[in-house]
Nanobody, 118 residues
Framework: VQLVESGGGLVQPGGSLLLACAASGFTFSRYRMSWYRQAPGKERELVTYITTGSVTATFVDSVKGRFTISRDNAKNTVYLQMNSLNPEDTALYYC????????????WGQGTQVTVSS
């Protein structure tokens, strides 16, 4: 099983990034996919998820309207489009997969760093 995030990097305030998480080794379409983030000195937090039926939910108020999660089951990939980035979005962003029927069956990616700075 692998979750491989990509797309992170250094971006100026107001800029955009598209994160991708490529999954392998499990039946992607049966898993709810989430993006978490962990800023320096802070706990990891759930940012947003997308269900197997492509229903989405966002849990960080500051990113609502700026971040959009999507999935492509044909490519076994989940995306996070991040717009209007600000320094408070700087964090390590993690991809997470959870089986919709067996919550204990879950996997983490290694994370991709997003740094927003001028």
């Amino acid at each position: 099983v692998q979750l491989v995030e990509s797309g992170g990097g250094l971006v100026q305030p107001g800029g955009s990034l598209l994160l991708a998480c490529a999954a392998s080794g499990f039946t992607f379409s049966r898993y709810r996919m989430s993006w978490y983030r962990q800023a320096p000195g802070k706990e990891r937090e759930l940012v947003t998820y997308i269900t197997t039926g492509s229903v989405t939910a966002t849990f960080v108020d500051s990113v609502k309207g700026r971040f959009t999660i999507s999935r492509d089951n044909a490519k076994n990939t989940v995306y996070l489009q991040m717009n209007s980035l600000n320094p408070e979005d700087t964090a390590l962003y993690y991809c997470h997969a959870q089986n919709q029927y067996r919550p204990y069956d879950n996997y983490w990616g290694q994370g991709t760093q997003v740094t927003v700075s001028s």
